[in-house]
């Protein structure tokens, strides 16, 4: 029988998940009270808007969050967000900066390669946006050079917050890998086997939405 493990921070109205950027706002459109009169007290229904910036929670990036013109999130392929073999990378006892010598040895061709740090402990606190675990630009290159398909980091941004260069963004969505930033849970995944499944809507236009990511296994 499958086992489902949950990847991925629930949203919360008023959450705040990165410094500067607007915190999710729910509005019921249509409440029991309101519909149980329409439907004449035969059924009830609520229905209810959300507005949420995009890099909301766990969240995925398409190539357009750092390239004018680039794949937007309509635009992703499913090859590249379901049914992933995943493999753990495990950093959480590594320095801030990961790099390259982290991901020697590993199979990463056609994986979802998810990095622990185990720094989604800090979620909800003031030390969560401050000196955050990140990839280095040549463990991006080993990425992007031996064909993983997808990256995830249970971390703040898989950049170092002050190179405001973004190596990380900028390689692997330069070469078409979704980023998903925000992962929690990382520990409980296997080292490999496990499936990936972190969709996000098909947005036209859309450069990072929310996910609700889990691993099978």
């Given amino acids: 029988m499958a086992h ?11 959450m705040k998940t990165y410094p500067g950027l607007p915190e999710p706002r729910a509005e019921i459109v249509f409440d029991y ?18 507005h949420l910036c995009g890099n909301t929670g766990t969240y995925v990036d398409s190539p357009i969050h750092r390239y004018r013109g680039g794949a937007d999130l309509a635009a992703l392929p499913l090859e590249r967000l379901a049914d992933l073999e995943t493999v753990v990378i495990d950093c959480s006892g590594a320095e801030r900066a990961i790099d390259a010598e982290a991901l020697a040895g590993v199979e990463l061709r056609y994986r979802a390669v998810l ?23 040549d463990a991006c290159d080993m990425l992007v050079r031996q064909g993983a398909l997808f990256v995830g980091i249970d971390s703040l941004n898989i950049d170092d917050t002050e ?29 490999s086997g496990g499936r990936l499944h972190a969709v996000p809507i098909a947005w036209v236009g859309g450069a990072s939405f929310p996910v609700r990511a889990y691993v099978v296994v």
């Fill in 163 to 191: 190179d405001l260069s973004r190596p990380a963004h900028t390689k692997l969505l330069g070469a078409g890998i979704p980023v998903c930033e925000h992962m929690t849970n990382l520990a409980a995944v296997p080292a």
């Fill in 4 to 14: 489902f493990i949950e990847v991925s921070h629930p949203v919360v109205e008023g």
């Fill in 33 to 50: 009270d309101a519909s149980h009169e329409r439907y004449r007290g035969k059924a009830e229904f609520r229905i209810a808007s959300l």
């Fill in 115 to 137: 990095v622990r740090t185990d720094f989604s402990r800090h979620w909800g606190t003031p030390e969560y946006f401050v000196d955050n675990p990140f990839l280095t630009a």
